[in-house]
């Protein structure tokens, strides 16, 4: 069984610049959500994907965008980057969206703004 | 608005040192609980879900517990190798799936 993956590791971006990250979920979960996660803050939601229709979004601007594909990987989009989006954006997939099911976080992808 | 508040902020104990975290939240109907484990630089484990209270789950030295308002990770003779930053989230009961994470407890067990 594959876990969640991400890509890329790290990224070093410049203010204004668009960024995107990409996330592959765990064999047969079709659910996934992005958070982000500043030094020493639990993870905040940004949004959810399920079988490739947004299914919940978080307290963030619409620069923030994404997709999920037939094969249930997903892309996280974020334009016009700010200072404040420096941080780690987790993905983790999950059996339903349906239920509070457990979900599986990937390693992450640390993204520094400058 | 749905609220998760972790104490303390930061714990240091010696290894065989039994302690609890402490997760208190606010939601207007819950869903379920979640414990996760999340070592530096990575993403968050699964440890559980409790559903209501009463609810008791157990791993290894872990035991999770929930009453209506809060939830406590037991941790009973600890190894330096349990620590991590312990993190609690909550998922409330209605349309919206989205979970409300705490800021997390970090667990340092000194050998």
């Known amino acids: 069984e594959t876990g969640v993956t991400q890509s890329p590791t790290h990224l070093i971006k410049t203010r204004g610049q668009q960024v995107t990250l990409r996330c592959s979920s765990q064999?047969?979960?079709?659910?996934v959500s992005w958070y982000q996660q500043a030094l020493g803050q639990g993870p905040q939601f940004i949004f959810q994907?399920?079988?490739?229709?947004?299914?919940g979004r978080g307290n963030f601007p619409p620069r923030f965008s994404g997709l999920q594909f037939p094969n249930y990987s997903s892309e996280l989009n974020v334009n016009a980057l700010e200072l404040d989006d420096s941080a780690l954006y987790l993905c983790?997939?999950?059996?339903?969206?349906?239920?509070?099911?457990?979900?599986?976080f990937g390693p992450g992808t640390r993204l520094t703004v400058t | 608005e749905d609220q998760v508040t972790q104490s303390p902020e930061a714990l240091r104990l010696q290894e065989g040192e039994s302690s609890s975290l402490n997760c208190s939240y606010t939601?207007?109907?819950?869903?379920?609980l979640f414990w996760y484990r999340q070592d530096p630089g990575k993403g968050p484990e699964f440890l559980f879900t409790?559903?209501?209270a009463g609810e008791e789950k157990e791993k290894e030295r872990l035991k999770a517990t929930l009453t209506k308002k809060e939830s406590f990770l037991h941790i009973t003779a600890p190894k330096p190798e349990d620590s991590a930053t312990y993190l609690c989230?909550?998922?409330?009961?209605?349309?919206?799936?989205?979970?409300?994470f705490g800021r997390g407890t970090s667990l340092i067990v000194h050998p």
């Open positions: 983790a997939s999950s059996l339903s969206s349906l239920s509070p099911t457990e979900q599986y």
């Open positions: 064999s047969g979960h079709n659910t």
């Open positions: 994907y399920y079988r490739e229709e947004e299914n």
């Open positions: 939601v207007s109907g819950l869903r379920g």
């Open positions: 409790l559903y209501s």
């Open positions: 989230a909550v998922q409330a009961a209605g349309g919206s799936y989205i979970p409300t």
